[in-house]
């Protein structure tokens, strides 16, 4: 018989449980809750006891962490058991993490509940169950001791693991009572108390990352990198036209070539070569004739495209708008009018480690190795793909070479991986996408363009305000589903009315927010920070050329319109505070500020920067404010600020994936230019914690760069910049 | 048929002369430390020491390098990750995702032992490896630490 803590046992039925193939959101859907049950210690072999789920514990009182979100360098681990380890109150020192598989996880009903990483989720959807899983462990293993000792447990006292009775004057340590400990019934997660998040010790401290070690002699080994008995290696080339089709293909070239085993088609539209090698792999698949039948995409171009997105500009019908007063009237009856048209073009993710995926088909057994932001979407891409029952399937966790979004649960790689491997039953496949590969086969980020509207009154304020977003839907192509009569809000993302996730923050009497979806045959995705991106260079943008128009400081003007909205308010605030928003500039050097809200948080930068009588662009300084309500990790949150201004600004000096004889043409970097080390400007992050919500940190910053650079360039040239990249404008 | 000198101990490898120098230190070597990120010499991933100077070993064709050329990657950069470099990249916690870290580790370590107290300029024109997690702030300040450090030492 159990012992119960507190409240009854908790509940392990009522699990739904759905496997499907969704090419898109992800394979696995169910309903989930008791999310620490106790059950089998999964890690037999390395003496950890398993509290529950969350937490295991060695008889030298090490601390084993459960994680199940991916990491792709956005410091999710750490953070992840920083709320655990705080609820546990064990000694973080001794803290180590395990990855959970997905397949691990199906085996035990799917206890760990939902394994995909994207929309700066990771935390902030994890952090509830978590801290109950630490505060639960932590109840059991003083349960355990006051058991032992016979004494109630509310005597009892623990610091870093260490637990006192001060009465009897003893003590114990959390890895002598684990096994005891695990036998408890599991508290009521209802019942648990958490701590006061204003009372961390280890979770909101500048914790440094768990996972840095072996990043730094070569040792950690990615999925690029796995090496199994037997492999083969693989090299693909898909039809360089989204949509066409391999005609045909002259293996008589490349046979006699060294250490090439074969040549297959995966599907109608790719053609690989299996060799020992990846290298030669690769090299016989360059010198492989292949025809192609390029399809109908093959007449696009970035003109046919610019010109089908122009005309969703002034279109009669629209996929979704957001509407109150009258802005068309406004604008129209308003003494001083402002209108701009901007666009930004395709991007790709351009991860480091480029695409790739390693498979091993056998009789009753898949298993799969693949850098994954969904992993449990990959084990049923794997399952689907090889037919094997996605019960004998396992997709191993093993940490990305970046994601930014690409690596979701569309698992393409991991699809060919797969096919591939069927004409080799026992034989390891890996599967490589060359960097040129990986630039001619994203799911890029959608282009798009947009005409911005605006009245002002006699006394320069806002009374009307339209504006008409044109270009492609992510949902069209990857979640039909979110498009509710041909309605697509997630394209007007960090437009929306409702408060919480990405909303607008200013309010505007007459305002009119449209979206035209413009559909071209290259596939779109997630981009780090999706569609606040281009949303936030539009709105902000215009709104400093509102504001100019009005004569009016950018800040001022920007306050105005504010307060309803004061969290956004706040954030903008400490960054105009910590940017030094009116303050003496050195000679030629000149600020831009932008604010914008995705992903449950708040942002606001201000950019400092000068422009060369050459029209040479340096920026300078950055200075971010970012309000994520709770945050866990001030340090890590820091170093995702910093990156979100390197991609960011990347993207915003140099980001553009052009498309000629609808192919892409941007390669690899020598033309699809990354910012270096010398471009990237000082950056300063100001963390706004208000305590009182979840929000997310690897994708809300992003959206404020872009408009922040270009509003200091407006402000050193006094000419607005309307399209994007800055590669190709002249800006004196 | 190559002879490679790599990490002091010499390897006599079966491969085609045009083979990057990459592909064989990850492949026939066996040593994955050492990253492919773009194969043109762009993104800096594949950076090893080639008589103590920084190499793009993606563009360099085996054939092209002679058993003298004594070739350091990141594994053989120190025992125990106990470079400067590697410990000011721990102490700044520098990586994110970690992949091109051994590359900018390689070119920073060189970069130091040509230039033991380098400047911000210093640093700007020898780092010119590819992040895209964006580190590199904390690489400039790590560099800047492991000069400290080496300086005192």
């Not at chain 1, 009903?109 to 394994?115: L, N, Q, S």
């Not at chain 1, 109908?296 to 500009?313: M, N, R, V, Y």
């Not at chain 1, 060919?416 to 034989?427: G, L, R």
């Not at chain 1, 319109?561 to 928003?581: C, Q, R, T, Y």
């Amino acid at each position: 018989m159990k012992k119960i803590i507190r409240g009854t046992a908790a509940t392990l039925s009522r699990r739904t449980f759905i496997v499907g193939s969704a090419a898109a959101g992800g394979g696995l859907a169910l309903g989930f809750n008791a999310p620490f049950a106790a059950g089998p210690a999964l890690a037999q072999g390395n003496a950890a006891t398993e509290v529950n789920i969350w937490v295991a514990i060695k008889p030298d009182d090490a601390c084993v962490i459960r994680v199940v979100r991916s990491e792709m360098g956005q410091g999710t681990h750490t953070g992840l058991a920083q709320l655990v380890a705080e609820e546990l109150e064990c000694d973080w020192s001794k803290v180590t993490l395990e990855q959970i598989g997905p397949g691990a996880s199906l085996a035990r009903k799917r206890v760990w509940g939902d394994m995909s990483t994207g929309g700066s989720r990771g935390i902030r959807t994890s952090q509830d169950y978590l801290r109950r899983g630490g505060a639960a462990a932590r109840m059991m293993l003083l349960q355990a001791a006051a058991d032992e000792w016979k004494v109630p447990v509310a005597e009892l006292t623990v610091t870093d693991g260490v637990i006192k009775h001060a009465a009897s004057n003893r003590s114990t340590s959390y890895g002598k009572v684990a096994a005891a400990a695990a036998k408890l019934e599991p508290p009521d997660p209802k019942t648990i108390k958490l701590k006061d998040p204003k009372s961390w010790k280890v979770a909101g401290k500048p914790m440094k990352r768990l996972d840095t070690a072996d990043k730094l002699d070569g040792s950690k080994v990615y999925a690029i990198d796995v090496k199994l008995p037997g492999m083969l290696c693989a090299a693909i080339k898909d039809c360089p036209v989204f949509g066409g089709k391999v005609k045909s293909y002259d293996e008589a070239k490349i046979a006699g070539r060294p250490g090439v085993r074969k040549v297959v088609k995966v599907g109608d539209t790719a053609v690989v070569v299996v060799a020992d090698t990846w290298w030669r792999a690769k090299s016989a698949l360059d010198a492989l004739p292949i025809v192609w039948d390029e399809g109908a995409g093959a007449s696009a171009s970035d003109a046919t495209i610019a010109a089908h997105l122009k005309e969703g500009l002034t279109s009669a019908e629209t996929n979704g708008d957001r509407k109150n007063g009258d802005a068309l009237k406004a604008i129209a009856d308003a003494p001083k009018k402002v209108e701009a048209v901007y666009s930004t073009p395709f991007l790709s993710h351009a991860c480091m480690e480029p695409m790739n995926a390693t498979v091993r088909l056998s009789a009753d057994k898949a298993e799969v190795w693949a850098p994954s932001q969904n992993i449990e979407a990959t084990l049923a891409a794997l399952s689907e793909v090889s037919g094997v029952p996605i019960g004998k399937c396992e997709a191993h966790r093993i940490d990305l070479g970046g994601g930014f979004g690409r690596r979701g649960g569309t698992q393409d790689y991991t699809r060919q991986a797969t096919e591939i491997a069927k004409q080799f039953p026992d034989v390891p496949i890996k599967l490589i996408w060359s960097r040129e590969e990986d630039q001619a086969h994203d799911f890029f980020r959608p282009i798009s363009q947009c005409k911005m509207s605006a009245g002002l009154d006699a006394d320069g304020n806002l009374t009307g305000l339209h504006v008409r977003v044109s270009g492609q839907s992510i949902n069209a192509l990857l979640n039909p589903g979110g498009i509710v009569g041909g309605k697509d809000q997630r394209q007007l993302q960090g437009f929306w009315e409702a408060a919480g996730d990405a909303q607008l923050g200013y309010t505007v009497p007459n305002l009119l927010i449209e979206y035209a979806m413009r559909n071209t045959h290259v596939p779109v995705g997630p981009w780090r920070g999706v569609n606040t991106n281009q949303n936030g260079v539009y709105m902000e943008c215009f709104i400093e050329e509102v504001a100019r128009a009005a004569g009016k400081d950018s800040l001022e003007f920007r306050r105005a319109l504010m307060s309803k909205h004061p969290k956004h308010l706040a954030v903008l605030n400490a960054a105009a505070e910590k940017g030094d928003w009116g303050k003496p500039l050195p000679p030629g050097v000149h600020r831009g500020i932008a604010q914008f809200m995705g992903y449950g948080s708040y942002s606001a930068a201000v950019a400092e920067v000068s422009v060369s009588p050459q029209g040479k662009l340096k920026v300078h300084r950055m200075v971010l404010a970012l309000d994520c309500g709770h945050a866990v990790n001030p340090g890590q949150i820091a170093a995702q600020v910093e990156g979100s201004v390197a991609y960011g600004l990347s993207a915003t000096l140099y980001g553009e994936c052009k498309v000629k004889d609808g192919r892409m043409v941007d390669l690899n970097f020598d033309t699809y230019e990354i910012m270096r080390l010398a471009e990237m400007p000082k950056v300063e992050t100001v963390v706004v914690p208000s305590y009182d919500f979840w929000g997310g940190v690897g994708e809300p910053t992003i959206c404020v760069v872009a408009p922040a650079v270009l509003n200091a360039i407006y402000a050193a040239t006094g000419k607005p910049v309307r399209s994007l990249p800055l590669k190709n404008i002249k800006l004196v | 048929m190559a002879k490679l000198n790599i990490n002091g101990k010499v390897h006599d490898v079966e491969v085609e002369p045009d083979t990057p120098l990459l592909w064989v230190i990850r492949e026939q070597i066996g040593l994955t430390g050492t990253k492919y990120g773009c194969g043109v010499a762009q993104c800096g991933a594949c950076s090893v020491h080639i008589d103590g100077t920084v190499q793009r070993s993606c563009s360099i064709r085996v054939g092209d390098v002679r058993a003298t050329d004594k070739i350091v990657t990141i594994e053989g950069l120190s025992p125990n990750a106990s470079h400067p470099v590697q410990k000011a990249w721990a102490t700044v916690d520098v990586p994110q995702c970690g992949y091109c870290q051994s590359g900018q580790i390689m070119a920073a370590a060189a970069l130091l032992a040509k230039t033991p107290k380098p400047t911000d300029k210093d640093i700007d024109e020898a780092m010119t490896n590819i992040c895209r997690c964006g580190t590199y702030q904390r690489i400039r300040t790590a560099v800047h630490t492991a000069a400290n450090e080496t300086s005192r030492t």
